[in-house]
């Protein structure tokens, strides 16, 4: 990148300049010592650090809020509910949890053939979140995902929701905050789709190339 494409003012974004291993910073006080990059991390707000042979440089002096993980979901997944399966086997693995207000969710993982459906019911409905308490439940669902993938190992999951549901939050917008951050931590690559009121969210592990 051109230095004066990175340096231009008065913009609405600002796209920075590529870094790579082996390139060269300046660290210290009064930044004059010189480093060269030998990798990258992030640190317990998500804000980037540059691993180097002068030790590990925060890149950013300011906290960026929008890197920073959600800590609301954080806080939802250390208090998810004890679940239990009442099958596993490598065509079908099903399992159920019960709520707060002991309504049962029904958790269903089948294989499709090309790929894996996941589906979960509260109380033989689809309607999940408009029962209340939506992200322990969302938490409980990606713990039951969590196991399932260790042991089983899919190269493509699906998962569908309506667009819309009565409650404060929907279903959807659930979905694409959690399978989003699931799908990135787990090696996943995620898609979003939707169509005639049905979003749709396809995670590929990746490298693999099977279309769906």
Known sequence: ?????????????????????????????????????????KDDHGQPVLKTTKGDQKLFKPRISKLEPDKKIDETFDNSYRYEWDDQTNGAWRGHFTVKDNDEVDVNIENWQKYWKIEFVRNHQHMVTGGGDAMRIFATVIAMIDEFIDIQSPDVIKFSADKS????????????????????????????????????????????????
């Open 1 to 41: 990148m051109r230095a004066f494409e990175f340096l231009v003012e008065d913009k609405d974004s600002l796209k920075l300049p590529d870094m790579n291993v082996g390139d060269e910073v300046k660290v210290g006080r009064f930044k004059n010592r010189k480093a060269e990059i030998k990798g990258f991390k």
């Open 165 to 212: 549901e009565a409650g404060s939050v929907s279903r959807a917008k659930l979905y694409s905050n959690i399978i989003k951050r699931f799908a990135s931590a787990n090696g996943y690559d995620s898609q979003e789709s939707t169509e005639d009121g049905k979003t749709s969210y396809l995670l590929t592990r990746r490298g693999n190339n099977e279309s769906i």
